[in-house]
């Protein structure tokens, strides 16, 4: 009954901005690019959430895990992990690899994962300039992965000046550094950004000591697992004419950190050194009613895993070493056309070209063990798509659309959008919106010893039903989603042959509900909030089962923000309901719920610089999200931000 109440509690005073930003905001300012052209967000039907720099400051020292886990719809299992935590992102309830991370509006999943995810580590919160977060099946603009979502990381902009210079400085728990200094502007046609960031941890053991009895990981005999971290971006944009802009963006980070060998298991010598480069070109042309863009992004990835083995070792494994390799090209063309004020068709064409690699080494008594994947593991999809934004009278919006994937594999599928909205008023929208969408084999389940190439992509259909309330002191949202997935790609171990191969042969069911409020209390109170509650079961051999592992069922975030001339208090209250372990994980059934107690106090020293201290899990709550791993406990960050 205890629970039940909390629940209800929560779900009632549960609240978040459509728009999270400091400032009194009206949707119909916002512009986002949830259909690839810019658009007020109360024009269109899709789900869409803005973090915009407002909230990115409030929340500078964090990284892009801990800002996007306090999102509604989003659960990120593994952002209060040490720094280099290999990050479960549940969307919806979706899978990890269900959701497609885009940069600036170009794809850039990892085709060296398993599930083709992006590792988020990779990626500075101080690069950042807004995140739309799009809702729903969104394949048939975005393509494939877009199950149950799209994030769009759209980095910083070169500022209007012909010089800006930028910078911050965190230094926090565990002795970590963050160090970011950026040069900015704009000089005749040319506009550019040059921007490094640095990292620097000892961190805290990931793996919990089980002879810890007190659960506090700082008294364990396990040793720290360290993190570093270089990152460098450069943006250079050159403007041809009026109607004519190229720009070109260059992303390389590298970040080495330690591993233990399992839960509740220590390994002093168990490394991971991950690397990756984004390199995009992009042409814009807009004249008249046209607006045509081409762009070209290659996506390079690697990582190495290495275990000598000289602290834990045993006659199953003396030494072993993985790496892995991911290539992705991707070229679009896409072209806008607006007939009249409001009404829109875009066509567009996209080709991906994926290649990945692996190498395993395993060293035993019992001799080697060598597995992997060759340079002929590849996969080429070319898609044709369309959206048509129709406005057949005022208050009446229409999104509609369609795309065509080949792929070499196992040859064609299609998604298909449609999306009305309706207007009651200024202040009011309804809004309907059913889907489909896919998420193609990846490389290692169609080309690794348990690959089948004869698998067929993932194909889903969502349904959504929704509610927007929107004024300049109070906006309020809820909507309803339901997922259905066919043809789920699952990995089978036969213990008779001690082999396994993956299959299409399961199903999966997810339904939820969503509320994000904002609301300007007063003229220095403002409070926002969200609610996520979600769903779902499995049809594995016509058996329904549980396999919502890890995922909560409720969650909800809650902050109030004070400021006060040059004063500012944001204390933020993360409430996590009880989870399912993992399938293969030790420990209870059920993971117990939490609560999360923080607060930011900021400072304007003047209109140039910037300090604060961050204090995270105020109550030093001790917590699991996954079994026999420590999450931070009491910590703080404090920091100074410049703009010149």
Same mark, same amino acid.
């Given at each position: 009954m205890k629970k039940m109440i909390l629940s209800v509690a929560a779900l009632v005073g549960s609240h978040f901005l459509w728009s999270q930003s400091s400032t009194p905001t009206d949707l119909n300012e916002v512009t986002i690019t949830a259909n690839k052209i810019d658009q007020k967000q109360m024009e269109t039907g899709k789900v869409v959430s803005v973090i915009d720099q407002a909230m990115i400051q409030r929340n500078m020292g964090k990284s892009i895990a801990e800002l996007l886990n306090q999102a509604s719809g989003i659960f990120m299992n593994g952002a209060n992990n040490p720094l280099g935590t290999n990050l479960e992102l549940y969307f919806r309830g979706a899978n990890t690899g269900n959701i497609l991370i885009l940069m600036d509006g170009n794809p850039i999943n990892d085709a060296s994962f398993i599930n083709n995810s992006f590792d988020l580590n990779h990626i500075s919160l101080a690069q950042i300039e807004k995140i739309e977060i799009i809702k729903g099946a969104q394949s048939t603009i975005w393509g494939s992965d877009a199950m149950a979502g799209v994030i769009n990381i759209i980095t910083k902009k070169p500022s209007l000046d012909k010089v800006n210079i930028f910078a911050n400085l965190n230094y926090g728990s565990y002795n970590t550094i963050k160090?970011?200094?950026?040069? +900015? @502007?704009?000089?005749?046609?040319?506009?550019?950004?040059?921007?490094?960031?640095?990292?620097? &941890?000892? %961190?805290?053991?990931? #793996?919990?000591? =089980?002879?810890?009895? =007190?659960?506090?990981?700082?008294?364990?005999?396990?040793?720290?697992? %360290?993190?570093?971290?270089?990152?460098?971006?450069?943006?250079? @944009?050159?403007?041809?004419?009026?109607?004519?802009?190229?720009?070109?963006?260059?992303?390389?980070?590298?970040?080495?950190?330690?591993?233990?060998?399992?839960?509740?298991?220590?390994?002093?010598?168990?490394? #991971?050194?991950?690397?990756?480069?984004?390199?995009?070109?992009?042409?814009? &042309?807009?004249?008249?009613?046209?607006?045509?863009?081409?762009?070209?992004?290659?996506?390079? #990835? !690697?990582?190495?895993?290495?275990?000598?083995?000289?602290?834990?070792?045993?006659?199953?494994?003396?030494?072993?070493?993985?790496?892995?390799?991911?290539? =992705?090209?991707?070229?679009?063309?896409?072209?806008?056309?607006? $007939?009249?004020? +409001?009404?829109?068709?875009?066509?567009?064409?996209?080709?991906? $070209?994926?290649?990945?690699?692996?190498?395993?080494?395993?060293?035993?008594?019992?001799?080697?063990?060598?597995?992997?994947?060759?340079?002929?593991?590849?996969?080429?999809? =070319?898609?044709?798509?369309?959206s048509f934004l129709f406005s057949p009278y005022k208050q009446f919006n229409i999104d509609a659309g369609f795309r065509l994937n080949r792929n070499s594999q196992y040859g064609n599928n299609a998604t298909f959008t449609f999306n009305p909205s309706y207007l009651l008023d200024n202040e009011n929208k309804l809004f309907v919106n059913v889907s489909s969408a896919y998420k193609i084999p990846t490389i290692y389940q169609l080309y690794s010893e348990a690959g089948n190439k004869d698998l067929k992509p993932e194909e889903s259909i969502n349904y959504e039903i929704g509610y927007q309330y929107n004024t300049i002191d109070f906006n309020f949202g809820v909507v309803g989603f339901k997922r259905d997935i066919k043809n789920l790609i699952v990995y089978v171990f036969d213990p008779n042959t001690f082999q396994g191969k993956y299959f299409n042969k399961n199903e999966q069911h997810d339904y939820g509900v969503e509320i994000e409020c904002k609301v300007n209390l007063s003229k220095h109170i403002q409070y926002f909030g969200n609610m996520t509650y979600t769903e779902?079961?499995?049809? &594995?051999?016509?058996?329904?089962?549980?396999?919502?592992?890890?995922?909560?069922?409720?969650?909800?975030?809650?902050?109030?923000?004070?400021?006060?001339?040059? $004063?500012?208090?944001?204390?933020?209250?993360?409430?996590?309901?009880?989870? !399912?372990?993992?399938?293969?994980?030790? %420990?209870?059934?059920?993971?117990?719920?939490?609560?999360?107690?923080?607060?930011?106090?900021?400072?304007?020293?003047?209109?140039?610089?910037?300090?604060?201290?961050?204090?995270?899990?105020?109550?030093?709550?001790?917590?699991?999200?996954?079994?026999?791993?420590?999450?931070?406990?009491?910590?703080?960050?404090?920091?100074? &931000?410049?703009?010149?």
């Open positions: 160090a970011d200094v950026g040069v +900015n @502007g704009n000089w005749k046609k040319i506009d550019y950004l040059l921007n490094a960031d640095f990292v620097k &941890s000892d %961190g805290f053991t990931a #793996a919990r000591d =089980t002879n810890d009895n =007190t659960t506090n990981f700082t008294k364990s005999s396990f040793d720290k697992d %360290g993190f570093q971290q270089m990152n460098v971006q450069a943006k250079l @944009g050159y403007r041809i004419n009026e109607h004519l802009k190229v720009s070109g963006q260059f992303l390389v980070t590298n970040y080495k950190t330690s591993l233990d060998a399992g839960p509740f298991t220590d390994d002093k010598d168990n490394t #991971a050194d991950n690397f990756n480069n984004i390199n995009n070109l992009t042409f814009k &042309s807009n004249k008249d009613k046209w607006s045509v863009v081409f762009t070209n992004t290659y996506i390079h #990835a !690697k990582r190495k895993y290495l275990d000598d083995s000289t602290d834990i070792s045993s006659f199953y494994s003396k030494f072993n070493s993985t790496d892995y390799k991911g290539n =992705t090209l991707t070229n679009e063309l896409y072209a806008n056309y607006r $007939f009249s004020k +409001n009404t829109n068709l875009l066509l567009g064409v996209q080709n991906n $070209f994926i290649q990945s690699t692996y190498n395993y080494l395993s060293v035993s008594d019992f001799g080697n063990f060598v597995a992997g994947i060759g340079d002929s593991a590849k996969v080429n999809n =070319t898609a044709l798509y369309s779902g079961k499995g049809i &594995s051999d016509g058996v329904s089962v549980n396999n919502y592992y890890r995922r909560p069922n409720f969650v909800s975030n809650n902050s109030i923000i004070f400021n006060y001339k040059n $004063f500012s208090i944001n204390p933020l209250v993360k409430i996590v309901g009880e989870r !399912k372990k993992g399938e293969y994980d030790l %420990g209870d059934d059920i993971l117990k719920s939490y609560l999360l107690v923080d607060c930011r106090l900021g400072y304007a020293i003047n209109k140039h610089l910037n300090t604060f201290i961050d204090l995270r899990n105020i109550t030093n709550t001790y917590y699991i999200d996954a079994p026999g791993y420590n999450n931070r406990r009491f910590n703080f960050n404090i920091g100074l &931000s410049g703009n010149f």
